[in-house]
């Protein structure tokens, strides 16, 4: 496993991490969720991602118990929640957004599912405009003062906003954002490449990336049919199958049928190839995968060698490829 630090803090976490979204407490039982946690931190991943929403807090609920049971040393991994949605369905007015209250109170209720005593990373999920910079700033400060938190960051949110809550905290000696929690794939990529670009150096920002598979899309999966026991597959994510086979008016899917053949010319799936290059570019701190099966885990790790074999000629070619598709 390789290590990276989070932006320009001392933090170092593992280039891949692996997360719970739309997994852990939805499609796959307590014992799948154990024995992929367990698999992925003996290969040397030391950070888990989190989130209030996911499964309306099952999902951590689920790590909880199976970090418990695993009895993995605390200071052998990471673990993060995020906290903007509340658990949906139907979250009353105090239950949701950046106020206070409600960071504070999912600050307390991720800890209690997750079953620790302090988040690693803790997230502002998503910009809320109810709620002032200063209030969200002095929040989080309080929770790493408190010790419930070590680093707190954002996650979609506008580079100006970001930049707006570490000038904040800067002028009043508030410990700033840390981390942005963007989806970067492929397909998804202006983001990270040119809206953060000025603040990466200037705030010492690091980067925690999601979708790295466009929800499995660049795995080439879906280019005949959606199979039955894939995420699109399942009938509680029809919002997901829309969003993500009709991206761009099809054009996703589209650029995403290319993949494997040029996967092919570098001897590695569409997968590790899709993984190795969001690796390969160096803000990122680490890319999240997401996973139904260990033997997921076991092809998706190896795309590390395919980042550490390619070379500049090789990244050129699949840009141009890109580029064309
Ligand atoms: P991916 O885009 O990598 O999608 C993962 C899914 O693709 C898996 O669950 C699996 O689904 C399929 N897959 C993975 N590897 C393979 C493979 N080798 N072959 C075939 N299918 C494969 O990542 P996620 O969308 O899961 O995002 C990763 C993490 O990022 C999340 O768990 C979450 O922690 C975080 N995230 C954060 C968000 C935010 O707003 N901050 C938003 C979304 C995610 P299946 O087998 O079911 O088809």
């Given at each position: 496993?390789?290590?990276?630090?989070?932006?320009?803090?001392?933090?170092?976490?593992?280039?891949?991490?692996?997360?719970?979204?739309?997994?852990?407490?939805?499609?796959?039982?307590?014992?799948?969720?154990?024995?992929?946690?367990?698999?992925?931190?003996?290969?040397?991943?030391?950070?888990?991602?989190?989130?209030?929403?996911?499964?309306?807090?099952?999902?951590?609920?689920?790590?909880?118990?199976?970090?418990?049971?695993?009895?993995?040393?605390?200071?052998?991994?990471?673990?993060?929640?995020?906290?903007?949605?509340?658990?949906?369905?139907?979250?009353?007015?105090?239950?949701?957004?950046?106020?206070?209250?409600?960071?504070?109170?999912?600050?307390?209720?991720?800890?209690?599912?997750?079953?620790?005593?302090?988040?690693?990373?803790?997230?502002?999920?998503?910009?809320?405009?109810?709620?002032?910079?200063?209030?969200?700033?002095?929040?989080?400060?309080?929770?790493?003062?408190?010790?419930?938190?070590?680093?707190?960051?954002?996650?979609?949110?506008?580079?100006?906003?970001?930049?707006?809550?570490?000038?904040?905290?800067?002028?009043?000696?508030?410990?700033?954002?840390?981390?942005?929690?963007?989806?970067?794939?492929?397909?998804?990529?202006?983001?990270?490449?040119?809206?953060?670009?000025?603040?990466?150096?200037?705030?010492?920002?690091?980067?925690?990336?999601?979708?790295?598979?466009?929800?499995?899309?660049?795995?080439?999966?879906?280019?005949a049919k959606v199979p039955a026991d894939s995420r699109l597959g399942q009938s509680d994510n029809a919002?997901?199958?829309?969003?993500?086979?009709?991206?761009?008016?099809?054009?996703?899917?589209?650029?995403?049928?290319?993949?494997?053949?040029?996967?092919?010319?570098?001897?590695?799936?569409?997968?590790?190839?899709?993984?190795?290059?969001?690796?390969?570019?160096?803000?990122?701190?680490?890319?999240?995968?997401?996973?139904?099966?260990?033997?997921?885990?076991?092809?998706?790790?190896?795309a590390l060698a395919v980042a550490q074999r390619l070379d500049a000629a090789a990244w050129q070619h699949?840009e141009n490829n890109l580029a064309a598709s």
């Amino acid at each position: 496993m390789e290590y990276r630090r989070l932006g320009s803090s001392g933090l170092k976490l593992s280039a891949l991490s692996f997360g719970a979204w739309v997994t852990f407490g939805r499609q796959v039982d307590q014992r799948a969720a154990r024995d992929m946690l367990a698999y992925a931190h003996a290969q040397g991943v030391n950070f888990f991602d989190n989130a209030e929403v996911y499964a309306h807090g099952v999902a951590e609920e689920v790590m909880g118990a199976a970090l418990h049971e695993l009895a993995l040393p605390r200071d052998s991994y990471c673990l993060s929640s995020k906290a903007y949605f509340g658990r949906l369905p139907d979250p009353a007015p105090t239950q949701r957004g950046l106020s206070r209250k409600h960071l504070t109170d999912a600050c307390h209720q991720a800890l209690r599912r997750l079953r620790v005593d302090y988040l690693d990373l803790y997230y502002c999920h998503r910009p809320d405009e109810d709620t002032p910079v200063a209030e969200i700033v002095l929040t989080m400060d309080t929770l790493v003062r408190q010790g419930k938190v070590l680093y707190w960051g954002t996650s979609e949110w506008p580079a100006v906003l970001i930049n707006a809550a570490a000038e904040f905290a800067h002028a009043h000696h508030l410990i700033g954002p840390q981390m942005e929690q963007p989806q970067y794939n492929m397909l998804h990529r202006e983001r990270v490449e040119q809206e953060y670009a000025p603040i990466y150096n200037s705030l010492g920002l690091g980067i925690t990336t999601w979708s790295p598979l466009a929800s499995g899309l660049l795995t080439g999966k879906y280019a005949a049919k959606v199979p039955a026991d894939s995420r699109l597959g399942q009938s509680d994510n029809a919002w997901l199958r829309e969003a993500v086979l009709d991206a761009e008016g099809g054009a996703h899917a589209r650029r995403a049928a290319a993949l494997p053949a040029l996967a092919m010319e570098f001897e590695c799936s569409p997968a590790q190839l899709a993984i190795a290059w969001c690796l390969k570019n160096p803000h990122v701190s680490t890319v999240i995968l997401g996973a139904s099966r260990i033997s997921q885990l076991e092809e998706n790790l190896a795309a590390l060698a395919v980042a550490q074999r390619l070379d500049a000629a090789a990244w050129q070619h699949i840009e141009n490829n890109l580029a064309a598709s």
